[in-house]
């Protein structure tokens, strides 16, 4: 080999943007050369990275080939990580296989692959490239977890292996990766994202473990841009662009808001998820199989999670979903004319019924009801026997006060029917936006359980930390939806 073509060898960068091939996305083969988007990642890499993005803007692709190169050119130990069996499948063979068949045969020659057939290619320098729906076991230089947003969502406890299992297996000084688009305002790449974002609009420098915060939205790629004659731009989005502009700073062409229009015809209320322009925009999204996503796309657009004015002259009602080892949940509901005031949340476990009471007490709320599941009955709290609605009864002692409470069972509904009891009475509710937060995240990502084996939703919840919070607002639903009034049952002080 000349020795002009061993200096140019030597450049990584290089390398990268001319000796690799892929297919581009009309299935033609073409070199591989990084977009701007791609370069400003390349450049900026950190040993721990997140990316936040919109679709279609080639990551994995990149990955998948410098994951290549540094297993061939640095006898690097790599490992990508996909969304499903069949996602990592496809990206062997459409992305490394592919690049690494249609590289010069001398280099090949070089360093020759083998075991190329289980989704692995092992060097005979040393390197590899491993790709799989998990990892763990042995060391790696490079770790990329595709979709991870995802993985959290439908797959929490594979993302609780890849974070356990997969991140441990790469030192501090060496790179991780995770990229996706945005999936519910919960699980690990939700927080990840929200802590990563604040220390870099604080400026705080990043440790090997920190994460750095990469956002790529849809109007910084020139791709996306329609020819903006004859463009139908509804007054809503028309507004919506008025705001990013005034708000953000971020000014869009005719042939941005041309083609935004067109992919949002399609996409529908998943389209800020898919295409954000802001990182807030697309964490405001529900998951994929939320019960409540299109209730809550309208609570965002109507301004119904906010602050909520001083009602304090009207009584509170709590609604409980009531655990023993389990998490224990309460919301606190005014009634406001016509409407539902959600103005608070609580939620804790491995506590007995005197630390809630405590709670109630000292939140300084004017109580009317109390709603319990109709377990209330049957299960206890303590060593005594007794049921938590006789507890509650006869009460505590609390801050000198004998504080008592009587607990009104909610009518028995199954579980579906109480979902559409939500749907119904959320279009009257109102969220304090602070004081809720944590019963918001829940409600957004309830969803349904993924069948896996058969690629689609059960029918039936999906049992997680959404579980509680979401139980006891549904059976605040039930309780006020129920056709026949039942009188409440007061709670009362004694001195």
């Known amino acids: 080999m000349k020795p002009e073509h061993l200096k140019l060898l030597r450049d990584k960068r290089w390398r990268l943007n001319n000796l690799y091939f892929i297919t581009d996305k009309q299935g033609k083969q073409t070199r591989f050369r990084m977009t701007a988007e791609q370069l400003e990642y390349f450049e900026g890499l950190h040993t721990r990275n997140i990316i936040l993005k919109a679709r279609q803007l080639g990551f994995t692709t990149e990955q998948c080939i410098i994951q290549l190169d540094a297993a061939l050119f640095e006898s690097a130990k790599c490992a990508l990580i996909a969304h499903t069996l069949n996602d990592a499948k496809r990206l062997f063979r459409e992305k490394i296989k592919y690049a690494y068949d249609h590289l010069p045969a001398e280099i090949k020659a070089a360093n020759p692959a083998s075991n190329d ?55 501090a000084d060496c790179f991780v990766t995770i990229e996706s688009t945005a999936e519910g305002r919960a699980g690990y790449f939700f927080e990840y994202s929200q802590t990563a974002e604040k220390q870099t609009k604080l400026g705080h420098r990043l440790g090997a473990l920190d994460w750095k915060f990469f956002f790529f939205s849809w109007w910084k790629n020139a ?181 008592t409470m009587n607990f009104q069972v909610v009518p028995k509904l199954g579980v579906n029917d109480g ?46 930390w959404t579980s509680h919070g979401s139980d006891a607002f549904r059976y605040f639903a039930v309780a006020k939806m129920a056709r026949k009034p039942i009188t409440a049952i007061k709670m009362g002080f004694a001195r």
Not at 151 to 165: D, L, N, Q, S, Y
Not at 250 to 274: F, N
Request: glycine fraction near 8%; hydrophobic fraction near 35%.
């Open 117 to 171: 057939a289980a989704g692995e290619l092992v060097f005979s320098k040393g390197g590899s490239l491993y790709v799989s729906t998990s990892f763990r076991g042995g060391t790696l230089r490079y770790l990329h977890v595709s979709e991870f947003g995802k993985i959290c969502a439908k797959f929490p406890h594979k993302a609780r292996e890849i974070v356990t299992g997969a991140f441990e297996a790469v030192a």
């Open 223 to 403: 791709a996306y841009w329609l020819e903006p004659a004859g463009a139908l731009i509804p007054e809503r989005l028309t507004a919506y662009f008025n705001e990013l502009a005034g708000k953000h700073g971020i000014v869009t062409s005719p042939g941005q808001r041309a083609w935004y229009a067109a992919k949002e015809r399609t996409l529908g209320e998943d389209m800020k998820r898919e295409y954000p322009s802001i990182p807030a925009e697309a964490f405001q999204q529900s998951v994929e199989g939320a019960y409540y996503a299109q209730q809550f796309a309208k609570l965002y657009a109507d301004r119904r999670i906010c602050p909520l004015p001083d009602n304090s002259h009207l009584p509170v009602m709590t609604f409980w979903d009531i655990g023993v080892s389990d998490s224990t949940a309460v919301w606190f509901v005014r009634k406001v004319g016509e409407q539902w005031h959600i103005i608070d949340y609580y939620e804790n476990s491995g506590e007995g019924l005197r630390h809630y009471m405590t709670m109630l007490k000292r939140k300084g709320y004017t109580y009317s009801e109390h709603w319990g599941p109709h377990d209330i009955d049957n299960r206890e709290f303590g060593s005594d026997a007794k049921t938590r609605r006789e507890l509650a009864r006869e009460g505590y002692e609390i801050d000198g006060q004998k504080f």
């Open 419 to 464: 979902i559409e009891q939500v749907r119904e009475i959320l279009a009257r509710c109102v969220f304090d936006e602070s004081r809720c937060e944590e019963g918001i995240a829940c409600l957004e990502n309830y969803r349904k359980e993924w069948d896996d084996k058969r690629g689609c939703w059960k029918d039936k919840p999906l049992h997680d």
